[in-house]
């Protein structure tokens, strides 16, 4: 766990309901706190680790707090709510070398520019953690068009309690849905997804008590979306 240094901005594009920080170890993170709800903070943090597990380009991520001396003298509601409940804190990802411009949003016309079995991949980890949250004009992914590198973020509606298949029609890679009823690519993923379904308790477990105790999205609803894999028809888009 990390402890925020400076308070520098509210951020909109790209970020629900997030704010930009220094850490103490001198690094820009993009920090959600309780006030963008526990079960948000909860879907940040098991996305974040199931995404990591599976190699996808996610930020790195920690937990991180604010003193309370530091929250009284600032008189800002969000620090202040950092140093009730520990927050999500993810790497802030910048271009160029001053290193405090953000990435801008994927623009649907440089999909192509992804290589196939990166947008195969996340397109597969979103219908696995039921994430609707990337469509063409809201896609949540950032996009360095110098470096042609991906990274993927905002997590914070993962989870739906019931599949919907308007999912296959708006995701920004809907195109790729084809290879999801592949065999040998379901065969290839297999072993990584069981692996992180025996690790769910543990990521649940690394969270703060704070979020965890009173929250409308349990580890056992969780692990239910989860072992949807299991099943032939998930693989078998709609």
């Known amino acids: 766990m ?19 920080c220094r850490g103490e170890d001198g690094r820009l993170y993009v920090v959600k706190s309780r006030l963008s709800g526990k079960a948000s903070l909860i879907r940040e943090w098991i996305c974040g680790r199931i995404a990591h597990e599976l190699g996808l380009p996610v930020p790195p991520f920690e937990l991180i707090y604010a003193d309370h001396a530091l929250a009284a003298f600032s008189g800002n509601e969000q620090l202040a709510a950092l140093a009730d409940t520990p927050g999500f804190a993810s790497r802030f990802v910048t271009q160029g070398l001053s290193g405090a411009v953000g990435l801008p949003l994927l623009n649907a016309a440089d999909v192509a ?17 039921l994430n609707f949250d990337r469509s063409d004009d809201n896609p949540n992914l950032l996009w360095d068009p110098l470096k042609k590198s ?45 692996a992180i379904l025996l690790r769910v308790p543990q990521f649940w477990s690394d969270m703060p008590d704070a979020w ?12 239910k979306i989860l ?10 888009p709609q």
């Open 113 to 129: 520019d992804i290589p196939a079995d990166l947008r195969i991949r996340v397109l597969l980890f979103d219908w696995w953690v």
């Open 150 to 194: 991906l990274h993927v973020i905002d997590h914070n509606l993962a989870f739906h309690q019931s599949p919907d298949q308007s999912f296959w029609s708006e995701h920004i890679f809907r195109a790729e849905a084809v290879a999801l009823s592949d065999p040998g690519f379901r065969a290839s993923e297999w072993a990584a997804m069981e």
């Open 212 to 223: 965890t105790e009173v929250s409308d999205l349990t580890v056992r609803d969780v692990d």
């Open 227 to 236: 072992k949807r894999c299991r099943a032939d028809d998930f693989w078998l």
């Open 2 to 20: 990390i402890a925020v240094k400076e308070f520098i901005t509210r951020l909109e594009q790209g970020y629900a309901e997030a704010f930009l």
